[in-house]
């Protein structure tokens, strides 16, 4: 069963800095990976989507990067706002289409003024 | 890109009855999910919704707590059978578009009481 992990479970930084988000799966075969915000008591929204062909995707402060064979992902957020602050989830979806996500635990940011 | 419209955002339900929650997607698609969020916790898919056949459940979940109707590509209807307080939870249905990913609803919180 894949197992989808999230280090830190918590991180707490000054605006203005740069940060990293690790994720870890344990099957490689996956299908795509996928990173998730979601504030309080909110829906999820999509972040950025890697597909298991792809090494990384950027749109604008968010860069994530996906090494299929170790089985890590990690999203790089530049310049952190106040309005960052979210949990932030990694999601992969199995080898074969139609199967549902798994998701980790989600890594829980908040960016001070 | 994708939208789904789900509803009620939120809802204070007594113990004992019933909530059915409405997913209605912006085109036709042929796999929908349902999962439940747990305070403090991620994402636990509840079954997979396909149309035109019954929903297949994940190990824990059951139909006559969690029926599911699929009528047509875009629409999905989750009930959370005779409530009680441990199912207060954040739930939120998705599909898939394969290389598009995932896209989510806005989520219903259920509060039972």
């Known amino acids: 069963k894949q197992e989808v992990t999230q280090i830190p479970a918590a991180l707490s930084v000054p605006e203005g800095e740069n940060l990293v988000l690790n994720c870890s799966f344990t099957?490689?075969?996956?299908?795509?990976l996928q990173w998730f915000r979601q504030d309080p008591g909110k829906g999820l929204t999509s972040l950025l989507l890697?597909?298991?062909?792809?090494r990384e995707q950027t749109s604008g402060r968010l860069n994530a990067s996906l090494d299929k064979s170790s089985g890590r992902s990690t999203l790089y957020i530049a310049a952190s706002q106040p309005g960052d602050s979210a949990t932030y989830l990694c999601?992969?979806?199995?080898?074969?289409?139609?199967?549902?996500?798994?998701f980790g635990k989600g890594t829980s940011l908040l960016v001070t003024p | 890109s994708a939208v789904i419209s789900q509803k009620p955002s939120r809802d204070i339900c007594q113990r004992g009855t019933s909530l059915t929650i409405q997913c209605q997607v912006d085109?036709?698609?042929?796999?929908m999910f349902w999962y439940r969020q747990q305070p403090g916790q991620s994402l636990t898919l509840i079954a997979t919704?396909?149309?035109?056949?019954?929903?297949?459940?994940e190990s824990g979940f059951v139909i006559d707590k969690f029926p599911i109707s699929r009528p047509n590509l875009t629409f999905s209807t989750l009930t959370v059978s005779n409530m009680s307080p441990e199912d207060s939870s954040i739930y939120l249905c998705?599909?898939?578009?394969?290389?598009?990913?995932?896209?989510f609803g806005s989520g219903t919180r259920l509060t039972v009481v």
């Open positions: 919704a396909n149309q035109g056949s019954e929903a297949t459940y």
């Open positions: 998705s599909d898939n578009r394969g290389t598009y990913g995932y896209t």
């Open positions: 890697i597909q298991s062909s792809q």
């Open positions: 085109s036709q698609v042929t796999m």
């Open positions: 999601a992969v979806t199995p080898s074969g289409r139609g199967y549902a996500l798994n």
């Open positions: 099957d490689s075969a996956i299908y795509n």
